[in-house]
């Protein structure tokens, strides 16, 4: 099958449920009353401010494309900028907790989740990405892969484990993530 034919396979789908979906103001609204239970319980749990902005912020991109459901660009881009902004205040957090607790195991083993969960986030929130298959996609996941082994032979090296288990351990790991990410094939 083409791509062509891949892509207005897609579109037909993602047309069939325009019928049962809420009008755009309808669903722009329960997002916006959602936003404010989520501010409201931040704001009563007294949480610090960074905590509370990535919370809010993986609150947000959480219930977007689950409340959310026009397909157009405007929305798409929104979802990006949303999970941008979510990976840059995780990413200045964790160069924030670097300087103030070094490269500790617990930190790697953040890097890891966050690879990982970024990535499934992603796909939740932009679903054209789990089936795109360009260079720059291909590109993304050997750099991201790449960086999940390094993670993990250092979290590996913290908790003391021998040299050649952790590169060994690490080759496999990065392999299944490698893998995970990887674009599925479109139905």
């Known amino acids: 099958m083409s791509e062509e034919a891949e892509e207005l396979k897609f579109e037909v789908l993602e047309r069939i ?69 979510l990976m840059s205040s995780v990413g200045y957090y964790l160069f924030y907790k670097v300087h103030t607790g070094g490269l500790t195991k617990e930190f790697w083993m953040l890097v890891i989740f966050v690879l990982v969960f970024g990535v499934e ?34 979290f590996l090296r913290t908790i003391n484990v021998n040299m050649v288990w952790s590169a060994l351990v690490s080759v496999a790991v990065a392999l299944l993530y490698a893998y995970a990410i990887f674009p599925e094939k479109p139905y």
């Open 17 to 85: 449920e325009d019928a049962y979906r809420l009008p755009i103001s309808i669903q722009i609204f329960l997002l916006l009353i959602a936003e404010m239970i989520l501010f409201g319980i931040l704001y009563g749990l007294y949480i610090a401010l960074p905590e509370a902005l990535i919370v809010f912020l993986l609150g947000t991109a959480i219930m977007y494309p689950i409340i959310i459901k026009v397909r157009n660009f405007l929305s798409e881009l929104i979802a990006v900028v949303i999970y941008g902004c």
């Open 121 to 154: 986030l992603f796909h939740h929130m932009y679903e054209k990405a789990k089936t795109l298959r360009t260079t720059s996609v291909y590109i993304v996941d050997i750099i991201l892969t790449v960086i999940f082994f390094a993670a993990s032979f250092m």
